[in-house]
């Protein structure tokens, strides 16, 4: 069987239904047939009548130029709409055939050359995609507004220079935002509850009701598909069929919403597949293009010794009772650092950990094998596809122990506060009174979203924040210094932070005023090239404060930020004097 979009002939003035029926393909769009593996892994057969090649979807997504975009009404032009969903979540479990035909057409029809025929979209996934779609997209200048985060040098490119729309969010919150309604306040056409045209998403498996099996995350998943009016499955063969993995809970809106019950992390609370409307689903393709996540950042000197010196603190807070031998629950953010101290864990003192997390990287096979991780959960799993590799030949000794969640419940502050985790990220720097800038270089340049680190670190019963004390330039041997006297944006604030480390050292900040913080993150955090003037900064500004009765949180405001000012200027943090 084959159909035609509904939409795609009609005249100017037809009505739209509040619940668009699946395209009919009979005129466009050619046959295609079913593997033996796609087969098995569909369970319902009428979604094999909706098959597709990408190729042939490709042209069915249009939209209007930006400068009318948001203010047309969709009268005159029924078929353009822009608001696309996609899965994933730190480059895994994106659509990549999809995505790469769209790419693919507009390329080969130089549409982007003509203001008249240019493609921009408003691109919504849970975290970040996969270069070879997203970055690409981002180049082509495909992406009018990108939310609610994003990792690449494409599309931080396009987000810098005023291209791309960007809205950095806290990836808890990003997806009942949308099922509220927030992202789609000028989108006039189409069912006024969907704020989405489109979700293309890809599956593992598909359950005889129609639901959806994800592949390795779950991200923002459930809600995107709640959101979007059409929906296209692509399923992945390439990879085995994870049905097991996920528990996957539906998202209600206030007063509606129920509580989590959650008190550990193995307890289940939903179901193994995303359940949606089957009359949605206009779309069904086979993918077997494996996630593009490349290899994890290598561990150095500087993120062992910061992972010895918060094992050494962690260990000292169970000796002191305020924490369990086995720990509590753990969150690690992505990079060296993080792969650092989960290795550390993996060889350390500590038994039975459990963790609750975002993203699970390499490192925590190792922990799995170590037989000292007792169970994790987590909304993505950002293997090495090496990682990959041995995780799905070994399915067996870890499908047990490890659980995939949306990320509104694996970053839900109510289970974190509940839970009592021990929250670790990694931020671009750290100010003298342990203020945190996560996102914006020099205050102004985007180079990646918040993510969910605040939704941890604020309700974390331990909120750490670890970083190399510098950051090596071209220009400096020393590097950029990773503590300065003010932070240049503030993501997270003093208020949610309790101990500062760097491969110099830890600082504990609990229970310490500003003016006692200061000190303690200077002479235990900065790099001794750095430290001398940020004592300096710090004393001058005292005197200066407490002269004039404003001594709570001293700074010199005329030089908060010369050190930022001098390397914008020449090269370097290192400054003469400060007056």
Not at 7 to 12: E, I, Q, T
Not at 386 to 400: L, P, R, S, T, V
Not at 405 to 421: F, M, T, Y
Not at 422 to 434: G, H
């Amino acid at each position: 069987m084959r159909f035609t979009p509904m939409l795609r002939n009609a005249p100017a003035t037809a009505k739209r239904s509040a619940h668009p029926q699946p395209l009919g393909w009979a005129n466009t769009l050619g046959t295609s047939s079913a593997s033996a593996a796609l087969k098995e892994r569909v369970q319902r057969p009428a979604y094999l009548n909706r098959m597709a090649s990408a190729e042939e979807l490709a042209p069915l997504f249009k939209v209007r130029t930006l400068s009318t975009f948001f203010f047309d009404s969709g009268a005159e032009y029924p078929s353009l709409r822009g608001y696309i969903g996609w899965s994933g979540f730190t480059g895994v479990g994106y659509p990549k055939t999809v995505p790469t035909a769209i790419a693919n057409y507009i390329e080969k029809n130089n549409l982007q050359a003509d203001p008249a025929t240019k493609r921009k979209f408003n691109l919504f996934v849970g975290a970040s995609c996969g270069p070879e779609v997203e970055e690409r997209w981002a180049k082509n200048d495909m992406i009018a507004r990108r939310y609610p985060h994003q990792v690449g040098k494409e599309i931080a490119k396009g987000i810098n220079e005023g291209r791309i729309e960007f809205a950095d969010k806290h990836l808890s919150m990003f997806p009942q935002d949308l099922t509220y309604g927030y992202y789609n306040l000028h989108k006039k056409h189409g069912d006024p509850k969907k704020p989405l045209d489109w979700a293309i998403v890809e599956a593992t498996a598909i359950t005889e009701e129609g639901h959806i099996v994800p592949g390795a995350s779950v991200g923002a998943t459930p809600e995107i598909l709640q959101s979007a009016e059409k929906i296209i499955i692509e399923v992945n063969t390439a990879i085995p069929n994870l049905t097991g993995l996920h528990d996957i809970n539906q998202s209600f809106v206030p007063p509606n919403r129920l509580p989590y019950i959650i008190s550990a992390p193995q307890d289940r609370i939903g179901k193994n597949a995303i359940p949606i409307d089957p009359d949605r689903v206009v779309a069904v393709l086979e993918s077997k293009m494996p996630d593009n996540t490349g290899q994890n950042a290598p561990e150095t000197e500087d993120s062992r010794a910061i992972a010895k010196h918060l094992i050494e603190f962690l260990s000292a807070e169970c000796a002191a009772g305020r924490l369990p031998a086995s720990l509590l629950p753990l969150q690690s953010g992505i990079g060296n650092v993080a792969n650092s101290i989960i290795g550390g864990l993996a060889e350390g003192p500590f038994e039975n950990i459990m963790v609750w997390t975002e993203v699970l990287q390499d490192t925590f096979i190792r922990f799995f094998d170590s037989e000292k991780l007792k169970f994790a959960t987590a909304t993505s799993i950002r293997f090495s596809p090496e990682g990959f590799d041995h995780f799905y030949k070994n399915w067996a000794n870890y499908k047990d122990r490890l659980l995939l969640r949306s990320q509104q419940v694996a970053n839900s502050p109510e289970i974190v506060r509940r839970l009592g985790v021990i929250a670790m990220n990694t931020p671009l720097e750290v100010d003298i009174y342990a203020h945190a800038n996560s996102t914006c270089a020099l205050g102004s340049r985007m180079l990646n979203g918040i993510g969910g680190s605040a939704d941890f670190l604020r309700n974390a019963k331990l909120s750490i924040m670890h970083t190399p004390s510098a950051r090596p330039t071209k220009t400096d041997p020393t590097g950029i210094s990773c503590i300065v006297p003010f932070a240049t944006h503030v993501d997270q604030t003093e208020h949610d932070l309790d101990i500062v480390v760097t491969e110099q050292g830890l600082a504990d900040v609990r229970g310490l005023s500003p003016r006692e913080r200061a000190p303690v993150i200077i002479q235990k955090c900065a790099h001794p090239d750095y430290r001398d003037l940020l004592m300096d900064y710090y004393e001058r500004s005292l005197h200066e404060c407490l002269k004039r009765g404003s001594g709570h949180e001293p700074h010199m405001l005329r030089n908060a930020f010369k050190m930022h000012l001098n390397l914008m200027e020449k090269g370097t943090m290192k400054i003469d004097k400060w007056d």
